[in-house]
């Protein structure tokens, strides 16, 4: 197997920068070259005297590291780390590692069955990595029965075995933190499980999302586009938990039953490790439908002027229509053929997304009708049809967020998008003549006459 690379070298423009982040959250920053390398059973000293009780002279301690500067770091990461007190032996587990140059990485990322492996590292080493990029790292002392410290070496020392490391990688469902979750879960008998799995908590998949992208502003809205009306629905305390620091949290305050009956905390310490001058993440998600406005109202206003001053002829104006409409054109053709070509992946959290009534594949034909106006100083009757057509669906998309029960969380993307659709329209049927006001001699605006042919 290749060695795993750092998330860290990961050279991107918008597809890595806003779209591959949703999916790769919570990555491992340090991975070794063979995950299962060096690992040896601290309990087999235990075996040879009889009157020691199996995992004795364990400790295990839950590690959480805080964000990061890049957008796959902004969630968060953690391990489990297994010491024995007598041999020395430290062992950091990691659920979080990928390689992005492996053959074939891309074409399942695409089809939403990403491939992750889980690995074994130094414990300092970790540290020292989370260390250098200024992370902070919080270490909690599990207050685990020796025979269940015992077990829970024994089911992470399996699972870093050669044909058991590789495991299908899923944003929300199955990730680095859930999967430790999970295992905290199975040691502890489902105490874990019965004591979160219950109501909603008020917040949902998309506000935690939103939460920690928050500080990248780019990936904020590139995840938003992408998340479906899954991301609306409600989530509990254990769904939470795949965040790393909400992990850290409810670990933090549970209370287990131990075989004798007796009921302990389950951290029995707990200490910060590596210190930051970071910021610490936000508590609740912010709300951007102001900032969103604001900017969908200065690109429709741009549109105008730009529109405007190019039906007066100034080549300057005409270029930068021809540029701006098609640039806008073209991504909601590409965004909107995405949102449609997921349905055929596994990517669940994308399906049924309202947001290709925004960014429609009609923008392609936008795009050919803003760009024939920059060349030819005026209109098609189709390109003012699919004008009509994209701000027709823009609306249907506000109407349907103005209903309770079909509303999803794209009011942000609503408020950027319909202003530049309403320019647009503007633009192609008020602004420019078309080719049949031309032929008959009447309508259209300034210019009509420069441009008739």
């Known amino acids: 197997m290749k ?41 087999e000293a235990d ?120 495991y299908r990688y899923e944003y929300y469902l199955n ?48 995840i938003d586009l992408l998340l479906g009306p899954k991301g609306d629905e409600p989530t509990n305390r254990w769904q939470e938990m795949w965040i790393p620091m909400k992990l850290r949290d409810t670990v933090g305050a549970l209370w287990v039953s131990r075989s004798d009956g007796s009921r302990v905390r389950l951290v029995r310490s707990e200490a910060l490790l590596v210190t930051s001058d970071r910021s610490h993440e936000a508590a609740a998600a912010p709300s951007f439908v102001l900032l969103f406005l604001l900017c969908g109202m200065l690109a429709g206003l741009l549109m105008l002027l730009v529109g405007r001053a190019a039906s007066r002829g100034t080549l300057l104006a005409r270029l930068g229509l021809g540029f701006f409409g098609g640039l806008w054109g073209t991504f ?29 594949p009609l923008g392609a034909g936008v795009a050919f009708g803003l760009v024939r106006v920059s060349a030819r100083g005026r209109t098609s009757v189709w ?13 249907v998309a506000l109407l349907l967020n103005l209903i309770p029960a079909l509303a999803t969380g794209n009011r942000e993307l609503i408020a950027l998008t319909v202003p530049v659709h309403l320019a647009v329209c503007w633009v192609l049927l008020r602004v420019h003549p078309t080719d049949r006001a031309l032929l008959y001699g009447h309508g259209g605006g300034p210019g009509d006459t420069r441009y008739a042919v």
């Open 175 to 222: 990730n680095c933190s859930t999967k430790l979750r999970d295992i905290l879960d199975t040691v502890l008998d489902g105490q874990l499980r019965q004591a979160t799995d219950g109501s909603p908590t008020g917040t949902n998949w998309r506000e935690q999302t939103r939460r920690l992208t928050a500080p990248d502003l780019l990936g904020y809205v590139g």
């Open 47 to 166: 075996a040879a005297t009889d009157d020691v009780v199996p995992g004795s002279s364990l400790s295990v301690h839950l590690l959480t590291v805080e964000p990061g500067d890049a957008v796959w770091e902004l969630f968060g990461h953690n391990a489990l780390v297994v010491s024995d007190l007598d041999t020395g032996y430290s062992q950091a587990f990691n659920y979080g590692l990928y390689d992005l140059y492996s053959e074939g990485f891309y074409f399942e990322f695409l089809k939403g069955r990403m491939m992750y492996v889980v690995g074994a590292v130094p414990t300092d080493r970790l540290i020292a990595g989370y260390r250098a990029q200024n992370r902070r790292v919080w270490a909690q002392e599990l207050d685990l029965e020796p025979g269940r410290k015992a077990e829970l070496l024994r089911l992470l020392q399996t699972a870093v075995l050669p044909e058991n490391m590789r």
């Open 383 to 395: 390109g003012r049809r699919f004008a009509l057509a994209t701000l027709g669906l823009a609306c």
């Open 332 to 360: 909601c053709f590409v965004a909107g053929a995405i949102l449609i070509a997921v349905h055929w992946t596994d990517h669940e959290f994308m399906y049924w997304n309202q947001n290709v009534l925004l960014f429609s």
């Open 3 to 43: 060695k795993v690379r750092a998330a860290s070298r990961k050279a991107s423009p918008w597809f890595t920068s806003a779209v591959l982040p949703a999916l790769l959250a919570s990555v491992a920053l340090v991975a070794p070259t063979s995950p299962a390398a060096g690992l040896q059973d601290p309990t």
